[in-house]
């Protein structure tokens, strides 16, 4: 399986991709993660995309079209993966598109997670997520509290919040989500590959959602 999930920030892309890609076996690319490993370690790309995730915009198309167009060059590529925050505009869906195209790896489905702009402002402020590499368990203060307040479930870390999860920043975030991600889904419909489920409720029942739309 091939898969993209779209939704605003927030909505629960990271963690159902996580699941998704637990239980299914299938490689999770989440350009965010990557953006926030490479500004923690200052390399060039994180240099150069640490002023634009700072304030909730979106880094140019052409450095996240290379760091994805470089994970699909190398022979490892994968051949079931899972795409979390990408692709966020139109220019990135056809540089993705002729990626997969040049690969032979067309897309299985498009999942959009459908959760309303007040919902998302009243939940980014509880988002907690565990920094240790190969970890990075993510918990929610009001929908999946870690165990022990303020410390990571699986391998006891203390947890951080991300400098763009405040309520200013994720407002600026929901307006640009508006403009330049949500005409994907048009695109997405014209090829029949979008599905649309609710992302409130439930971690687990939001999962059988997304596992129903895509008939596994
Ligand atoms: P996320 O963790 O997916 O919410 O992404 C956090 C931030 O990383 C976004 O607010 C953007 O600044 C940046 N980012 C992540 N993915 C992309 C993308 N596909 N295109 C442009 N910027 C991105």
Same mark, same amino acid.
């Given at each position: 399986?091939?898969?993209?999930?779209?939704?605003?920030?927030?909505?629960?892309?990271?963690?159902q991709?996580?699941?998704?890609?637990?239980?299914? +076996?299938?490689?999770?690319?989440?350009?965010g993660?990557? #953006?926030?490993?490479?500004?923690?370690?200052?390399?060039?790309?994180?240099?150069?995309?640490?002023?634009?995730?700072?304030?909730?915009? #979106?880094?140019?198309?052409?450095?996240?079209?290379?760091?994805?167009?470089?994970?699909?060059?190398?022979?490892?590529?994968?051949?079931?993966?899972?795409?979390?925050?990408?692709?966020?505009?139109?220019m990135?869906a056809?540089?993705?598109?002729?990626? #997969?195209?040049?690969?032979?790896?067309?897309?299985?489905?498009?999942?959009?997670?459908?959760?309303?702009?007040?919902?998302?402002?009243?939940r980014?402020?509880?988002?907690?997520?565990?920094p240790?590499?190969?970890? +990075?368990a993510?918990?929610?203060?009001?929908?999946?509290p870690? +165990?022990?307040?303020?410390?990571?479930?699986?391998?006891?870390?203390?947890?951080?919040?991300?400098?763009?999860?405040?309520?200013?920043?994720?407002?600026?975030r929901?307006?640009?989500?508006?403009?330049?991600?949500?005409?994907?889904l048009?695109?997405?419909?014209?090829?029949?590959?979008?599905?649309?489920?609710?992302?409130?409720?439930?971690?687990?029942?939001?999962?059988?959602?997304?596992?129903?739309?895509?008939?596994?």
């Amino acid at each position: 399986m091939r898969i993209i999930l779209v939704g605003p920030p927030g909505c629960g892309k990271g963690t159902q991709a996580k699941l998704l890609s637990k239980r299914m +076996k299938l490689e999770h690319i989440g350009t965010g993660d990557l #953006l926030r490993e490479a500004i923690r370690n200052e390399t060039s790309v994180g240099l150069r995309a640490k002023p634009f995730v700072e304030v909730g915009n #979106l880094v140019p198309d052409e450095l996240v079209n290379d760091l994805v167009s470089e994970r699909f060059q190398r022979d490892d590529r994968p051949k079931t993966f899972i795409l979390d925050g990408y692709p966020r505009t139109l220019m990135q869906a056809k540089s993705l598109d002729s990626v #997969l195209v040049l690969h032979g790896l067309p897309l299985t489905a498009v999942v959009l997670l459908d959760v309303c702009d007040a919902e998302i402002v009243k939940r980014v402020t509880g988002r907690w997520s565990c920094p240790k590499l190969g970890c +990075k368990a993510t918990f929610h203060t009001l929908s999946n509290p870690s +165990k022990i307040a303020g410390i990571c479930d699986d391998c006891q870390t203390v947890l951080v919040q991300r400098e763009d999860d405040n309520v200013e920043t994720v407002k600026s975030r929901l307006t640009v989500y508006h403009k330049d991600t949500v005409p994907l889904l048009p695109y997405y419909e014209q090829n029949g590959l979008l599905k649309s489920i609710h992302g409130t409720g439930d971690i687990e029942q939001i999962y059988q959602s997304m596992v129903h739309s895509l008939s596994i």
